[in-house]
């Protein structure tokens, strides 16, 4: 039987031509298509009933550097105190916003278009410069978008599902930049030139977003370290231009970096996905560990000792949180983007030998893809169809917060329960304490045992006040479906109702004034 690739000459063939002979506009065709489809799906809001979205507080920190960019007030609390989210990035946002008038709805929606670009720019350069083939960025790309069993919606991931949700986050930025510091370093070990631009790309990202820096970092230093055909005095001028980027961003005026990474804020806090359970772990790294095959293929296995060495110590670092580090979590995603690097070996290792692939091995490959990409896209539907239904049961949290908190001065407290705190703070409201980590917010540990002392329903009123006053707090707003990932204590509400002067709901958020 003749093989799929001896088929006879006609359209399929002069198609196939036409369209091998323009790998770039290929890529920029797709790449547009798929990542501005995306911006423009992020842009207009995406199921804002979830009280646990990152969303809201950048879109508090995008506000107050709006408000005043120079001597902005504390997004979260009331008062000067500095905020890890007043970095390059927002305040640049922010600016821009100033300029065209926009509000931080707009400036986030802005900043969703920017990473865009910067990510589509970033898949093509790293692609080009560690595979050397024209038609690299694309199978990187693909790998990227549809190497996934499990639509992951989760800060730190590069899915598209998370992409739709936070596109404008900081820490998808910084996927972008590591993607075009990996290229750059890689350049610059055979053209120490490029690391002129090394510099300040090190500075930007460090400022920025310190996890997702150092996690750029380490691949960068893999690279330096492990990548082929390269001196030690390019290796050492690398170094040396990472090092200066480092002391440059050091002299970010709002907050240093460096503070702000060795500060944990709350190191009592203990929430988070539980990403170790069996079920879990599978759905998190198949396919892309088929990732593994490609990179140990000949034509890719020199080059791919920096990623390899990546992969080894992501994984040890992901594997802590088992045993408790907090930070351990947010390895998973670089991990998986390190094995669909090597996804990305396996698709152009597969067209590369397709024609010599016997029929079998050919609808094998074909069958295999297929049932994995129509997986992916069927359970993506299935979750963005619980999500719709979620989102138009629970109603916008931001609109809900805003009509609770309408008639309370900004810069008065109120007692936000555990994740019900940042859609509160997204409308401008002020709050008594904040359920992540925050390192710029030196009590925050005490302003969060307080708070979860205050919503114990055993308190008496009189109990209840004594901590109120402590931190000017006169209203109190709690989510009746209970805390994230927690049970709702019993007869907390009905307790609250009963202790309280007066009480207001919107949708399923409750306001209770004390006083």
Known sequence: MASLASAPSGFANRWRDAIGAYPDRCYWIVAVLLYGMVAIYAAHGHFLYQTSRDLWQHLAAVDALIENPWNPKNPFLPGQEGSRHFHPYWVGMAMLARLMGWNGWQAIAAGGFVTATLLVVGIRAFALSFFRDRWAPMALMMAMALGWSFPISHTGFHSIETLIEGLAYPAVLLIALSLLLWALVIQALARPAAALIVTPLTALMFATHQLGAGIGFMVAGAFILLWPHSCWRNRLTVILAMTVGLGLAALWPYHNPFVAMVKTGNATWTGGINFYAPTRLFLILFPSSLGLIGLWQPECRRRAWPIMASIA??????????????????????????????????????????????????????????????????????????????????????????????????????????????????????????????????????RQKDLEALFRPELTRSQRLVITRKWGVKTLIVDSDGPLRREMPKNLLATLRRQSVRMRTAGPLFRFDLE
Request: aromatic share 10%; with cysteine.
């Open 313 to 446: 110590g992501f994984g040890l670092l992901f594997a802590t949180g088992a045993y408790g580090v907090l930070v351990a979590t947010r390895f998973a995603p670089p991990l998986v983007l390190m094995l669909q690097i090597g996804l990305a070996g396996l698709i152009l290792m597969l067209a590369r030998r397709w024609s010599a692939m016997s029929d079998a091995k050919q609808l094998g490959w074909f069958t295999f893809a297929s049932l994995c990409i129509a997986w992916h896209l069927m359970v993506t539907i299935s979750y963005l169809m619980i999500e719709t239904g979620d989102n138009a049961k629970r109603g916008n949290a931001y609109a809900q917060a805003q009509r609770l908190t309408a008639d309370i001065p900004d810069q008065q407290p109120v007692a936000a329960w555990d994740v019900v705190a940042w859609p509160v703070v997204a409308t401008g409201q002020r709050v008594m304490s904040v359920p992540w980590p925050e390192p710029m917010i030196t009590d925050l540990a005490v």
